[in-house]
């Protein structure tokens, strides 16, 4: 009933880019708001965007201008285009559908994925 499933996680260079792709049920999609959240090494996870059921989005001010949540309804499919990444871009990035729709608490997220490791690096 509720599964999150992520991928496009790697390794590049800073400045580079990379998408994430984030397929979720038929239950999650239709029911709750779509977000990432990641966690870099020895720091809490964080917020970094959502997406509602009307295409609203919201980023945390880190991110903004360089990273793109979106989302394809019919595939049940959030994704993530992070551009001009740097190597504080490096962590774990999680799928989550959340009630509360924000990046701002992680209280209201319901279902987590496994999460795909992203790695900035020369």
């Known amino acids: 009933q509720g599964q999150l499933v992520e991928s496009g996680g790697g390794s590049v260079q800073p400045g580079g880019s990379l998408r994430l792709s984030c397929a979720a049920s038929v239950y999650i999609y239709s029911t709750y708001c779509m977000g990432w959240f990641r966690q870099a090494p020895k720091k809490e996870r964080e917020g970094v965007a959502v997406?509602?059921?009307?295409?609203?989005?919201s980023y945390a001010d880190s991110v903004k201008g360089r990273f793109t949540i979106s989302q394809d309804k019919a595939k049940h499919t959030l994704y993530l285009q992070m551009n001009s990444l740097k190597p504080e871009d490096t962590a774990m990035y999680y799928c989550a559908a959340t009630v509360l729709c924000s990046i701002a608490t992680r209280q209201g997220v319901d279902y987590w994925g496994k999460g795909t490791l992203v790695t900035i690096s020369s």
């Open positions: 997406i509602g059921s009307d295409g609203s989005t």
